[in-house]
């Protein structure tokens, strides 16, 4: 009988203390699961804030920080910008207007030349858009008064055609060097404004300052923005032009030595 009582004894408590076990691994889920439940509705709160940071592109941020910057200084940085870029676009257009292959425009002039004389030459001139034609033209308009005449005709007519080519170039970089002062400028006023908050309250607010500091700086990064973007098109248009005045010189000096042969 004891040993009966024994081992009842001992089955009841390894159930006891399977229970035991049972209960404290059904709280430790319980806990688990709760977290879990917790973590996940946190995340999904989450997640739709920063999808919309992230479906936001670079032009509505741009936009958002334009505005914030105030329509006072950001407006005329604006102008600045679409002045100079309106400029650039019509001189690009000019420029590329105004390149011709002068190679096969000298080949064509002095075969002209050497079949049809003078007159087959200017009709070719005539037929061809650019500069270097219009160089070409008017030398050989002079040729009948003799060579120094046709190369005084070549270079007097060649200064007016650079003062063509650079027309409103210097617009383009008077809006380079307006835009980041007009930036600058709206810095410094906005800084000001912000001393004077400073001085009427009597103690230093980073919330009372933000946002004149914020316009201040915006002003800055939006007028250096435009000046870069406009000195890439100013550099380009300066580029394109000293191509055009090399094709010009070139070209007057083989145009000279084709009617010297002409002459002979």
């Not at 590329?96 to 050497?114: C, F, G, H, I």
């Amino acid at each position: 009988m004891k040993k009966l009582f024994s081992i009842l004894a001992i089955a009841g408590l390894f159930v006891l203390s399977t229970n035991t076990v049972n209960a404290n691994a059904n709280a430790l889920v319980s806990n688990l699961s709760s977290t879990v439940a917790t973590a996940t509705i946190v995340i999904q709160d989450e997640t739709p804030a920063e999808e919309m940071a992230e479906d936001k592109g670079f032009t509505q941020v741009l936009k958002e920080q334009f505005i914030q910057g105030g329509a006072g200084f950001m407006g005329i940085v604006l102008l600045c910008l679409i002045l100079g870029l309106a400029v650039a676009i019509e001189r690009i257009i000019y420029l590329n207007m105004a390149s011709t292959n002068t190679d096969k425009l000298k080949q064509q002039v002095e075969d002209a030349l050497a079949s049809g004389g003078v007159e087959a030459a200017k009709e070719v001139c005539r037929n061809t858009r650019g500069p270097v034609a219009s160089i070409y033209y008017q030398g050989l308009d002079r040729a009948g008064e003799g060579i120094e005449s046709a190369e005084k005709a070549v270079i007097a007519y060649g200064g007016v055609q650079m003062g063509q080519l650079e027309k409103n170039v210097s617009w383009l970089s008077l809006f380079i060097a307006i835009a980041p002062m007009l930036g600058f400028m709206g810095t410094v006023i906005g800084m000001i404004q912000a001393f004077q908050k400073i001085s009427a309250v009597g103690n230093l607010s980073a919330s009372l300052i933000a946002g004149d500091i914020q316009v201040a700086l915006l002003t800055t990064v939006f007028g250096l923005i435009t000046a870069i973007i406009l000195q890439i098109f100013y550099n380009y248009i300066i580029a394109k032009i000293d191509g055009i005045v090399n094709d010009m010189e070139d070209s007057s000096i083989t145009l000279i030595d084709m009617l010297v042969d002409h002459k002979k």
